[in-house]
């Protein structure tokens, strides 16, 4: 998943990594705007504070260029921290030998306990590798004012209302739904929730864990909920043109009136659309599945060929403190992972806490967090074609069931 794009070298990260000693700790930090550079730059400082011995050395890099270089730096010239992501993407570098076990760290500070409801996405064979420091819902953000204008009186809760308001909107002369298709990850959050919706969690995980074929029928209903969608014209025009950073103009300028996305896009949001600005859970598509949601977790590491693997300890010790992570998850527009952490007084952040903790179904990380690398490239790549030319949708899921099967060694 992505975000705002910097002016960042990657030269300038692999300078921050070298050199490291006792005393500086360089951290790659992946940024999805401003935003989340501002709430980093906080804990760093706060963190700086509390140890005037340690200096944290720090390089700024968008999510996007950011997951291009992560394999070059953890396989040679090591940081000393970096943030990523739970579950299957963590995992991969976990079964390479290239994060550091910190097993050690969550017995001593008892961060079972704390961090219970991400246990299991930060460990593999039972020893962790990750300290998550944030989860967020995933949800439709809306224009109130725009609703109001093509006649919408609320927020559509199942399908047959969700298609309704598309045709609303889009007579008013209002693209009803914005996305980056550019960006496979936008689709993604997309594909989750119609197969979340469609066929329910525990399907939705074994399509991700490579033990469903694509080619079967409910992967096909879910593609055809999907389109539609598309056939009454839910979507912006050429939706493939537009990258994160370029859809979201539309919506702030009222050409578009929804947005499928996490809340770590609200504190990005315009001053003069704060306040016209909604945000609703996916609807409903079949009432007979349970609820699910998308709640990625995000991450701190320590490589394993980091060179100052002891005060990396400290700062992951201090960021996991409740205060720490409330104060650092707030800034990101999410929700704090250690349960001894305040609980959201923000109007945003109580209904993607209530979205979460509501999920009967399940909650998933997400599509290429969910999936092994290799897999979700193609899937997402596999969506865009879909969103582009629909009528290949056949031909499509029989390239993704040969992707699977030669991927997961599957039959």
């Not at 991700?208 to 009454?232: C, E, H, I, L, Q």
Request: aromatic share 12%; net charge positive; with cysteine.
């Amino acid at each position: 998943m992505k975000y705002p794009t910097l002016t960042l070298l990657a030269a300038a990260a692999l300078l921050a990594t070298a050199g490291a000693q006792a005393g500086t700790i360089t951290y790659n930090a992946s940024i999805h705007g401003p935003n989340q550079k501002a709430a980093f730059q906080a804990l760093i400082d706060d963190f700086e504070k509390a140890h005037p011995d340690i200096k944290v050395k720090v390089s700024y890099i968008d999510a996007e260029g950011y997951k291009v270089q992560l394999p070059n730096w953890l396989s040679a010239e090591s940081p000393d921290l970096i943030n990523w992501y739970a579950g299957e993407r963590m995992r991969y570098y976990v079964r390479r030998g290239l994060l550091e076990d910190i097993s050690d760290l969550w017995k001593k500070n008892g961060w079972e306990k704390e961090f219970a409801s991400t246990t299991k996405s930060a460990s593999l064979g039972g020893k962790f590798y990750a300290l998550p420091y944030m989860y967020y819902s995933w949800g439709v953000f809306y224009r109130k004012d725009l609703f109001d204008k093509a006649g919408v009186k609320a927020e559509p809760k199942n399908w047959a209302e969700f298609t309704d308001a598309c045709k609303k909107l889009k007579a008013a002369g209002i693209a009803p739904v914005t996305a980056g298709g550019k960006d496979g990850w936008n689709l993604a959050g997309w594909f989750d929730y119609m197969n979340l919706r469609t066929n329910g969690y525990e399907f939705h995980i074994d399509l991700t864990d490579g033990k469903v074929p694509y080619t079967d029928a409910r992967v096909k209903k879910t593609f055809a909920n999907w389109k539609s969608a598309m056939d009454v014209g839910c979507f912006v025009d050429n939706i493939t043109s537009y990258d994160y950073q370029t859809a979201q103009p539309l919506l702030y300028t009222g050409k578009a009136a929804m947005f499928l996305m996490g809340t770590f896009m609200a504190p990005g949001f315009p001053a003069d659309v704060k306040d016209k600005m909604g945000y609703m859970q996916f609807p409903e598509i079949d009432a007979k599945v349970k609820r699910a949601e998308d709640g990625p977790t995000d991450t701190f590491h320590i490589p394993a060929k980091a060179k100052n693997k002891a005060d990396a300890r400290k700062f992951l010790e201090f960021a996991a403190k409740p205060e720490n992570v409330a104060k650092l998850a707030k800034g990101m527009g999410s929700l704090p992972t250690n349960s001894k952490s305040s609980p959201p007084t923000d109007p945003l952040e109580k209904t993607s806490f209530d979205i979460l903790s509501g999920a009967a179904g399940g909650v998933a990380q997400f599509y290429d967090r969910d999936a092994v690398k290799e897999m979700a490239d193609e899937g997402m790549k596999g969506m865009q074609e879909f969103l582009a030319k629909p009528e290949r949708l056949d031909a499509i899921l029989a390239k993704l069931e040969k992707d699977r099967q030669r991927i997961h060694k599957a039959k």
